[in-house]
């Protein structure tokens, strides 16, 4: 062998990730936009959906894990990081997608979504995605009304209610929640007070904003950001005493109000399945977009006595889960 040659070759030995290499196992890079910790429960039922397709970490398949920390600004740089990693499958969740999708036209990537992923540009459509992105989406601006009129069934005094929105996907997205929220306060003899909020210091003048405008409770939009800053957005809304309603059981269990969302360890579930057959074959651009099918209803009694509000009965049998 020339030296040239074997010196390449010890070049192409010696690159990341290497062990995965020697054991012959595929390797995928799991990008999140949060904190591992926060995904506890969630990276147990993603391997579980692994588990269920043949795979097992640590014995036939090695995951690379890249967090940002709710440092959504270090997304797109440990996106590239583990693309020249030349992982085998991408999986990005936890606000990653876009990352992602800017990182690879190439590697087999499933990703996680609140919003059309036509409208959003990773797909041809939800049937044939067509391209190397699919994976779960939850059209969160369809729950947007859901959330209202459980908010209004919570406590249907409240009038005007307040909306917390951000810009994180596009403003087509706010719009839609928007839109939506607006039809289903509409039907209920509703008024709404929409305010934005980016940063922290935003909210903190988003929350004061609606207590300016005596609002009788907020309806707390779905996205990343929004969980991200769960525990300073329900510390504002203890602070203002305003009974919330959130998209993720998370801010329930930090103290919000009431949650009503996705089952969110079974789209994690539904992630490693997906993961599971692309490394077996299949391709993402025949696997079709998947929507959730389950539904999860959280309620924490004991941040409604600090509120002085008494749950309905009604609401109580329907919770999956109720926070004494």
Same mark, same amino acid.
Not at 108 to 115: A, C, D, F
Not at 130 to 140: A, D, E, H, K, P
């Given at each position: 062998?020339?030296?040239?040659?074997?010196?390449?070759?010890?070049?192409?030995?010696?690159?990341?990730?290497?062990?995965?290499?020697?054991?012959?196992?595929?390797? =995928?890079?799991?990008?999140?936009?949060?904190?591992?910790?926060?995904?506890?429960?969630?990276?147990?039922?993603?391997?579980?959906?692994?588990?269920? %397709?043949?795979?097992?970490?640590? #014995?036939?398949?090695?995951?690379?894990?890249?967090?940002?920390?709710?440092?959504?600004?270090?997304?797109?740089?440990?996106?590239?990081?583990?693309?020249?990693?030349?992982?085998?499958?991408?999986?990005?969740? !936890?606000?990653?997608?876009?990352?992602?999708? /800017?990182?690879?036209?190439?590697?087999? %990537?499933?990703? *996680?979504?609140?919003?059309?992923?036509?409208?959003?540009?990773?797909?041809?459509?939800?049937?044939?995605?067509?391209?190397? &992105?699919?994976?779960?989406?939850?059209?969160?601006?369809?729950? $947007?009304?859901?959330?209202?009129?459980?908010?209004? #069934?919570? &406590?249907?005094?409240?009038?005007?209610?307040?909306?917390?929105?951000?810009?994180?996907?596009?403003?087509?997205?706010?719009? @839609? @929640?928007?839109?939506?929220?607006?039809?289903?306060?509409?039907?209920?003899?509703?008024?709404?007070?929409? =305010?934005?909020?980016?940063?922290?210091?935003?909210?903190?003048?988003?929350?004061?904003?609606? /207590?300016?405008?005596?609002?009788?409770?907020?309806?707390?939009?779905? !996205?990343?950001?929004?969980?991200?800053?769960?525990?300073?957005?329900?510390?504002?809304?203890?602070?203002?005493?305003?009974?919330?309603?959130?998209?993720?059981? #998370?801010?329930? %269990?930090?103290?919000?109000?009431?949650?009503?969302? *996705?089952?969110? +360890?079974?789209?994690?579930?539904? &992630?490693?399945?997906?993961?599971?057959?692309?490394?077996? !074959?299949?391709?993402?651009? $025949?696997? +079709?977009?998947? @929507? +959730?099918?389950?539904?999860?209803?959280?309620?924490?009694?004991?941040?409604?006595?600090?509120?002085?509000? %008494?749950? +309905?009965?009604?609401?109580?049998?329907?919770?999956?889960?109720?926070? #004494?």
């Amino acid at each position: 062998m020339k030296r040239r040659a074997f010196i390449s070759l010890l070049g192409v030995a010696a690159a990341w990730p290497l062990a995965a290499r020697a054991q012959g196992m595929p390797v =995928v890079g799991f990008l999140n936009g949060q904190s591992a910790a926060a995904f506890v429960h969630m990276l147990a039922a993603f391997r579980e959906g692994l588990k269920q %397709t043949g795979f097992v970490e640590g #014995e036939n398949v090695r995951i690379e894990y890249r967090w940002a920390e709710g440092q959504t600004e270090r997304l797109p740089a440990l996106a590239d990081d583990l693309v020249r990693g030349q992982v085998a499958v991408v999986v990005a969740t !936890g606000g990653a997608a876009m990352a992602a999708k /800017a990182a690879t036209s190439v590697i087999p %990537t499933v990703i *996680t979504l609140s919003g059309d992923p036509v409208k959003l540009g990773f797909a041809a459509s939800l049937n044939r995605p067509g391209g190397n &992105v699919t994976g779960m989406t939850v059209f969160s601006s369809v729950l $947007e009304a859901k959330r209202l009129e459980l908010l209004h #069934e919570l &406590v249907p005094a409240a009038d005007p209610i307040g909306v917390l929105v951000n810009r994180e996907f596009t403003t087509d997205v706010e719009g @839609q @929640q928007l839109r939506e929220i607006t039809a289903a306060a509409r039907a209920i003899g509703k008024s709404i007070k929409a =305010v934005n909020a980016n940063s922290e210091s935003e909210l903190e003048a988003a929350f004061a904003a609606l /207590a300016e405008a005596r609002v009788g409770a907020v309806s707390v939009t779905g !996205g990343t950001f929004n969980l991200n800053k769960r525990v300073q957005i329900v510390a504002l809304a203890a602070r203002y005493a305003l009974p919330a309603i959130y998209e993720n059981r #998370e801010s329930v %269990t930090a103290g919000g109000l009431m949650s009503y969302g *996705t089952n969110v +360890p079974d789209v994690y579930r539904q &992630v490693g399945i997906y993961v599971g057959r692309i490394l077996k !074959g299949d391709k993402p651009a $025949e696997l +079709p977009f998947v @929507q +959730p099918a389950k539904f999860d209803m959280a309620v924490n009694l004991k941040t409604a006595r600090a509120l002085g509000i %008494t749950v +309905p009965s009604a609401l109580l049998l329907r919770a999956d889960e109720v926070i #004494e």
